[in-house]
Every structure is written in structure tokens, then in C-alpha cells.
């Protein structure tokens, strides 16, 4: 198993959540050899579980490991300045292999880049140095081996040296082999070279590209695959989404081979569903897409659905009436209040749907507060009271024995996912029956 280097999205304990799910689903076995926020190494054998970036919702790019170095070796060569330090991350860059892939890639001039990743806080301030150092120790490598090159710069506005996602696609450098990733980690440095990158261009196709849209309301696409692999789907099995909108957890899910039912009491919303699978149907070429979508209330599900007919429920159900202001405590209490019933009424009735063993991807309001103190519901209790178990996505046996792994990360069972600008955020909650 080769080690493949992850960098995950903002909230990087749900893209790694995201990731041993998918993986624990499709029956590979992950293993995490460095940790931190900024990214993960990992090695995965995946047996028959195919799989790309298109498949994640939580993940910027995905790079092979050429080299591993020390981290020590890198604070000698940019705090110390020593020679010597830097003579040796350039030995090391240079005899990786990356450079024969850039050459073998290559027709005529290549333009590259290199982004740089600092776990170890310490060196952050010279990551700008780090990145021009390592894109020279390139440039030169590959000008020995006869081949003309182009570094890629960044504007100076950039807080950090890392290029975007859009800038990878634009310039073709997965297909060149010609982004460097260089990650600092605490003990560790590792050099890799992008191999997928994720492509904003086709989730922002779903999303707005689709007939019919509901904008205050949507759940992000990338959300809703992320929720989608949380909930275990995977080919063949049937997943449900009892409140499902215009439908785009339902799309997620179908681009995953599921099977899809979708569920809602607004009437607009059953047929404006229908309209967006019938265009993603063929848009993408899914000659044997299953799915119906439904008009029912929630407290009567099991009956519509019948009792144990899914294997997975993911959903997003009303989070509140849209906010020009932050609130106030007293009145966040009472929208969770008014809330509650048809987040109980639905627990109970997802519980009863659900295969053994199925899983329920749930999210809750989280609501800030001009306390600064958020308000948000209690469903744990609820649906444990209800018969589910909380799922933690963190076990030890997730990780390698040189990996330290806190409590607190293995306690982890929901997931607070909140952009600043908004004044309601999202508790995401998974859970097994």
C-alpha cells in the first residue's frame, strides 16, 4: 500500500469522518499514519472498493507521497539558514521520483507549482520561503534533465502558499503531474505529487445548473455527499430522505448507485424533486437510476415506506424560520421548541423504516446567539431513548500506534458544521439502529 496524502476541507474532523466511512462501506481497510487539521497521510487498501475524489464531498486534493523527510531538517535549513539542511531537502526532492513523473507527463514546456501545508505552527512564517526554495530545487531539477519550466506564482494578497483547486484544474497540473504538494507536519515532512483534485465545477452544476431551485433553503451538494457517505450508502442499497427538498441529498445518493426515495409534505417540492432527478438522470448518463419521491408527513413515514425497507436515511429537516439578525437566547429556545416534535416525530419513525443496522445522518439547528452562547437541540438523548446508537467514526484501530489520538476526538459523535457569516449552522448527527 502506498501512502497517499489528503487535504481535507475546512472542517477537517467531517472530511475525516467522511473518509473511514466511505472506505468502512465499501469494506477497504484506513489506516492514519499523520494527523492534523491541515492534512492526513493515510494508507488504504482498498481490495475492489474503486473509488475517486468526485466520490467525497470533504476534500480539496489527493496527492501520492514521493518522500518523507524531517521536519528538524527543515527548521535547520529555514530558521537556522544552514546550507547543509537545505542541500539535504533538495537531495531528497530531487531523487523522489517526482521529477521523472513531471518529465514522463510533460510535452514541451510545463508550468508547475508547489503549495505548501503547515501542520507545525512554527514554520508558518516561513512557508513563503519553504514554497519558493522547494519550486527552485524543481525548476533546476528538471532544467538538468533538458526540460523547460514554468513556476507558478501567487498573488500577494494570498495569506498562505497554497494553490486553489480551480488553479489545479485550470492549469491541467494533475494530468502533468506537476503540483507539488510539500506538507510540514511536527515530526515528519512529506512530499507528494496532486493526483485528483476536487472540481467545484460539477457540484456548482448540481447545485445551481439543475431546474429547479430552492436557494434559502438548499443544503450545499458537497454536504450533502458528505451526509451521504456518513449514512454508510453505498451501490445497490437504498437510501431515504424524508425531507428531501427539491431533491439534493436524493442526487448525491444516486450518483452513488443508490437506490432513492425521497419524502415531502410540500407538494411543490415532490414534483420539483422529480424534475431534478429526471435532469440528472441525463445530464449523467444513469441509464438504471432508481428513485420515486413521494408526498407524506414525516409522523406517518412508516406507513407510506413500509417497516425495515431502507438501509440508510440521511436528511436535513426545517431548521428554522431565515434570520436578519443574530438572536436572542429566549428567542433561539423557542424556534427548538416549536422544532422539537417534528425532529422526535421523526426519529421515531426513521427508526422504524430503517433496516438493522441502518444508519440515520441527521441534521439539527445550531443557532448563535448574542450571547455568544449557541442554542441547540438535544436529539442524542431522544434517539437513544428511541433504540439508536450514536455512531463515533473515531476508533483506535483507526490509526497507526505512532498516532496520538486524543479523548476528545475519540468521543466524537456530531459534528458542528457553521459558516461565520451565517446566523444558523448545522449539527450533523449519525446514528445506528
Known amino acids: 500500500m502506498s501512502a497517499q496524502l489528503f487535504i481535507p476541507g475546512k472542517n477537517w474532523k467531517l472530511s475525516l469522518a467522511e473518509l473511514a466511512s466511505l472506505l468502512e462501506a465499501r469494506k477497504a481497510k484506513l489506516e492514519v499514519n499523520s494527523l492534523s487539521k491541515e492534512f492526513f497521510v493515510v494508507r488504504i487498501d482498498e481490495g475492489n472498493a474503486f473509488w475517486t475524489i468526485a466520490d467525497l464531498g470533504g476534500f480539496i486534493k489527493i496527492g501520492e507521497v514521493n518522500a518523507t523527510l524531517s521536519t528538524e531538517n527543515v527548521k535547520e535549513a529555514f530558521f537556522e539558514k544552514s546550507k547543509e539542511a537545505k542541500r539535504r531537502i533538495s537531495t531528497d526532492v530531487a531523487s523522489s521520483g517526482l521529477l521523472d513523473g513531471m518529465v514522463e507527463a510533460a510535452s514541451g514546456k510545463t508550468v508547475f507549482g508547489v503549495s505548501v501545508y503547515c501542520a507545525e505552527k512554527s514554520l508558518r512564517p ?71 483534485v476536487h472540481n467545484p465545477f460539477e457540484f456548482q452544476k448540481r447545485d445551481v445548473g439543475k431546474p429547479v431551485q430552492r436557494k434559502i433553503f438548499a443544503i450545499p451538494p458537497r454536504l450533502a455527499r458528505i451526509m451521504v457517505n456518513l449514512s454508510g450508502c453505498t451501490e445497490g442499497k437504498v437510501l431515504l430522505d424524508p425531507f428531501c427538498g427539491v431533491g439534493t441529498i436524493l442526487q448525491e445518493a444516486l450518483l452513488a448507485k443508490a437506490k432513492v426515495v ?30 420515486r419521491v413521494l408526498q407524506g408527513d414525516v409522523h406517518r413515514l412508516s406507513r407510506k415506506i413500509g417497516l425495515e425497507q431502507v438501509d440508510c436515511v440521511a436528511t436535513e429537516p426545517d431548521l428554522g424560520p431565515a434570520m436578519r439578525q443574530v438572536p436572542t437566547t429566549p428567542y433561539a429556545v423557542r424556534i427548538v421548541e416549536k422544532l422539537e416534535p417534528l425532529y422526535y416525530g421523526l426519529l421515531e419513525e426513521a427508526y422504524k423504516v430503517l433496516k438493522k443496522d441502518g444508519r440515520l445522518v441527521l441534521v439539527s439547528p445550531f443557532i448563535k446567539t448574542r450571547s455568544g452562547k449557541p442554542v441547540t437541540m438535544g436529539v442524542e438523548e431522544k434517539a437513544v431513548e428511541t433504540g439508536f446508537e450514536r455512531v463515533f467514526p473515531f476508533k483506535r484501530e483507526l490509526f497507526a500506534e505512532a498516532v496520538v489520538v486524543t479523548e476528545k476526538l475519540m468521543a466524537t459523535a456530531l459534528f458542528v458544521d457553521v459558516a461565520e457569516r451565517h446566523k444558523v449552522g448545522r449539527e450533523i448527527h449519525v446514528f445506528r439502529k
Open 126 to 196: 516561513v512557508s513563503r520561503s519553504i514554497q519558493r526554495f522547494v519550486g527552485s530545487t524543481v525548476k533546476r531539477g528538471l532544467a538538468e534533465r533538458g526540460m523547460k519550466s514554468k513556476f507558478m506564482g501567487f498573488p500577494k494578497d494570498r495569506k498562505l502558499p497554497q494553490l486553489s483547486h480551480v488553479e489545479v484544474l485550470k492549469k491541467e497540473l494533475v494530468e502533468n503531474k506537476a503540483e507539488i504538494l510539500f506538507c510540514v507536519g511536527q515530526e515528519q515532512t512529506f512530499v507528494a505529487t496532486t493526483t485528483e
Open 262 to 291: 425521497g419524502v415531502d409534505i410540500n407538494g411543490w417540492c415532490v414534483e420539483a424533486a422529480k424534475r431534478n432527478m429526471d435532469w440528472l438522470k441525463s445530464e449523467y448518463s444513469l441509464e438504471n437510476a432508481a428513485y
